[in-house]
């Protein structure tokens, strides 16, 4: 009895120790070494680390650390071609405004570390609107940079145990409803012109308007994200990739204010002009609650193009709309090749939801002729209940939305459901074993024809690219 009492004394002493250097602090006492480490997964490790309290960073939820956190980073990038650097920010809250990342880089939150946005506006640089967008979304003129920026780089990662980026949004949306805005309004992460991304493992809160938007960039990992705002705050779209090639999205949990990930390639002549489109994206195990908007748009904002998506083991609760196209005249652009399945839906406005008349656009000069071209659009596996009408279907006159294509689709209506459960205008296709019966321009071809909406059978480059286990290890003397 005496020795088991021990030796469960003693394991106990050693599971503790071990959750406390788990936890990142493990004071030796007698010493005055601290030592931090834990282990993490990332696409790439760095050979350096570094700390924010380095750096005179303060948590105490007052003090402004942006010019911490520009020091920080900036004598951090003399490690760039020799392994690259993680700067770690610990328990703690910290007020900051924008600042920029660099190449070869990992920001690394612990899970009670708090990223405070500041609502000092000249914490926020104005820069030039997106040059795939001709103007703000807000204002005309510029728009604040976002909480955590970055231009023209390569390998950078965000990421940490569940750490926290709070937006403090509602100073900005009170602006927004006010009219009050000179510029357009921050995004929390923003990176453009980059290559090798990966935005993992936090939780983001606030946002004063989307929350993470990668844009001109390719090779994108978001992984793990949690995203959490009012349901009736303005424009706090979950996650927005915009003119970007190979993409990945996967577990990620998203209460928002508008669509829980809209797929953008810039907007009517300026986005034609631009001309990115964002292709080759996957989004797997997302579960939306947005009951104003779209567990996933495709657009509006498409005049890029968007091509070869594919969406798979989504979950929407109490949400307006599925996999919704949004798109209008003068957009030019294309919609093509999209792929949905093991899809679930709960208390829906609509199930589908295809718009061809959107409207909202950047301003008067956009071109009457420039049609966009819809097509291939499939959807398989799909349960949905309690929905209010199956389906919205709405192309454009003369430029009908063409190969759009549901099989194995069961959708339970609402017991005050409207009437009529499918409108059709402007569109063809087929299905095969959708409920209920769907409109005339989607004919029914029979159960044999099940398996006519799959997934391409050859996997994208994205889902190659694989983690490695990293450690972050920092003794200071
Ligand atoms: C994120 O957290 C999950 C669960 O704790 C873990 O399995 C995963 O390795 C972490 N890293 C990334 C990049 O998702
Ligand atoms: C970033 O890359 C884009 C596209 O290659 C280029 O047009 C732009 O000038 C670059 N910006 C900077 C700051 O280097
Ligand atoms: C991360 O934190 C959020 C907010 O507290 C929580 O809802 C979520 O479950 C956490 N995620 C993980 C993987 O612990
Ligand atoms: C139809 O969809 C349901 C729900 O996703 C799935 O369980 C079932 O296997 C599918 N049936 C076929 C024949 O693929
Ligand atoms: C069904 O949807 C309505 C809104 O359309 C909602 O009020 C009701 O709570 C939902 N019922 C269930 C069982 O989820």
């Avoid at 819809?374 to 006159?397: F, H, P, S, W």
């Amino acid at each position: 009895m005496q020795v088991m009492k021990i030796l469960k004394l003693v394991c106990a002493v050693i599971v503790l120790v071990v959750a406390s250097s788990e936890r990142g602090e493990s004071r030796k006492r007698g010493r005055a070494v601290t030592t931090t480490s834990f282990e993490y997964t990332a696409l790439s490790c760095r050979a350096h680390s570094a700390s924010l309290s380095d750096y005179g960073g303060v948590g105490d939820g007052k003090t402004s650390n942006t010019k911490a956190f520009q020091s920080a980073i900036s004598e951090l990038s003399k490690y760039a071609s020799e392994g690259g650097a993680q700067l770690y920010v610990p328990a703690g809250k910290w007020l900051t405004g924008s600042f920029s990342l660099i190449s070869h880089f990992t920001l690394y939150l612990h899970r009670d570390a708090v990223l405070l946005a500041s609502q000092d506006v000249n914490e926020w640089p104005v820069i030039k609107p997106l040059p795939s967008y001709g103007r703000g979304r807000d204002a005309a003129a510029g728009r604040y940079t976002s909480l955590i920026f970055g231009t023209n780089l390569t390998d950078v990662i965000v990421t940490g145990d569940n750490g926290t980026i709070d937006g403090q949004g509602a100073f900005w949306w009170q602006q927004f409803h006010k009219s009050k805005l000179k510029y357009t309004r921050p995004y929390l992460i923003e990176l453009m012109f980059s290559d090798s991304i990966q935005i993992s493992n936090l939780t983001l809160l606030n946002s004063p308007s989307w929350n993470v938007h990668p844009v001109y960039s390719s090779n994108i990992i978001v992984r793990g994200i949690t995203i959490i705002a009012p349901v009736t705050s303005p424009n706090t779209d979950g996650i927005n990739p915009d003119s970007c090639t190979n993409t990945r999205i996967e577990d990620c949990y998203i209460v928002s204010g508008d669509d829980c990930v809209a797929v953008k390639s810039g907007w009517d002549e300026y986005g034609i002009k631009f001309g990115w489109p964002t292709k080759q994206l996957v989004i797997r195990r997302l579960t939306c609650i947005s009951p104003y908007s779209a567990t996933i748009a495709l657009g509006s904002e498409m005049s890029g193009g968007i091509q070869d998506v594919r969406a798979e083991d989504i979950t929407a609760i109490h949400t307006e709309s599925g996999v919704r196209i949004k798109t209008a005249v003068g957009r030019g652009g294309y919609v093509k090749d999209i792929y949905v399945k093991k899809f679930t839906m709960h208390t829906m406005k609509w199930a589908f939801w295809m718009t061809g008349n959107y409207g909202s656009h950047a301003d008067k000069n956009y071109d009457p002729n420039a049609l966009p071209e819809i097509k291939n659009i499939n959807y398989r596996d799909m349960v949905a209940e309690n929905v209010t009408m199956a389906a919205r279907l709405e192309g454009i006159a003369n430029d009908p939305f063409t190969g759009i294509c549901m099989a194995n689709v069961t959708i339970g209506m609402a017991a005050k459901a409207k009437k009529q459960p499918w409108t059709c205008t402007d569109i063809e296709g087929m299905t095969s074993s959708v409920t209920p019966p769907p409109c005339n321009l989607l004919p029914d071809q029979g159960p044999e024809k099940i398996t006519a909406c799959d997934f391409p059978e050859e996997s994208l480059p994205i889902d190659m690219l694989e983690f490695k286990k990293c450690t972050y290890s920092l003794k200071l003397a």
